[in-house]
């Protein structure tokens, strides 16, 4: 069984602080998404992640990659309040044989405070 | 730019009766997923779909679920016996080919009181 693990799962910062957020699976695979939720919304895709040393930056974002490690990680940049929402990592198994649908981690509520 | 909706986007429900969630994925897509995601929870996949049929689903589909591609356009998650526990966000995806991006709807929460 695929296990996603998130960490951490609370995070409080400040603004203009930089930070990672960290997203270890237990299999093989080599597609991995980060969406970005708003309470009460729906999830917002982030970075699809395609390849071992995939990197992807968007603003004070940043995703990266690591098959052989199975991780994936997410930097923030200089946190402005406007980021502070849930992030979820999501691994896709489909490609490597396995189990349609994604598996989610379990998500990092970031608060950012000024 | 094409969107997945959902339909009602909140629904309150007596326990034991029976809900329809509705969703029209993006026109030329041909896959379809339901997840769901009890409040303050992940996302959990139930059920994905394709040329008509269930291709995978998890546990927590069990026999009181169901999914439906009526037409050609609505893509249905219908819950047979609502439970308390059946709470939660259920979101719809589609997507043009496996395994490419999926791209989700905005949710119905679902309320059993």
């Known amino acids: 069984e695929l296990k996603v693990e998130q960490n951490p799962l609370f995070l409080s910062m400040q603004e203009g602080k930089n930070y990672t957020i960290y997203c270890n699976y237990s299999?093989?695979?080599?597609?991995l998404y980060w969406y970005r939720q708003d309470p009460g919304k729906s999830l917002e895709s982030l970075f699809v992640l395609l390849s071992n040393g995939a990197v992807k930056q968007e603003g004070r974002l940043m995703a990266s990659l690591d098959t052989k490690a199975r991780l994936s990680t997410l930097h923030i940049t200089a946190a402005v309040h406007d980021l502070s929402a849930t992030y979820f990592c999501?691994?896709?198994?489909?490609?490597?044989?396995?189990?349609?649908?994604?598996?989610f981690g379990k998500g990092t509520h970031l608060i950012i405070q000024p | 730019e094409p969107e997945v909706t959902q339909t009602p986007s909140h629904q309150v429900t007596q326990m034991g009766q029976e809900v329809i969630l509705r969703c029209v994925p993006i026109s030329n897509h041909l896959y379809f997923y339901w997840y769901r995601q009890i409040l303050g929870q992940k996302v959990e996949f139930l059920v994905s779909?394709?040329?008509?049929?269930?291709?995978?689903k998890s546990e927590i589909f069990d026999d009181q679920f169901s999914v439906e591609r009526p037409d050609g356009s609505n893509f249905t998650l219908k819950i047979r016996s609502t439970k308390l526990e059946d709470s939660a966000m259920y979101f719809c995806?589609?997507?043009?080919?496996?395994?490419?991006?999926?791209?989700f709807g905005q949710g119905t929460r679902l309320t059993v009181v």
């Open positions: 299999t093989t695979s080599d597609r």
């Open positions: 995806a589609s997507s043009v080919s496996r395994p490419t991006e999926a791209f």
């Open positions: 999501a691994v896709d198994m489909y490609s490597g044989g396995g189990a349609d649908g994604l598996t």
């Open positions: 779909f394709y040329n008509n049929e269930i291709s995978e």
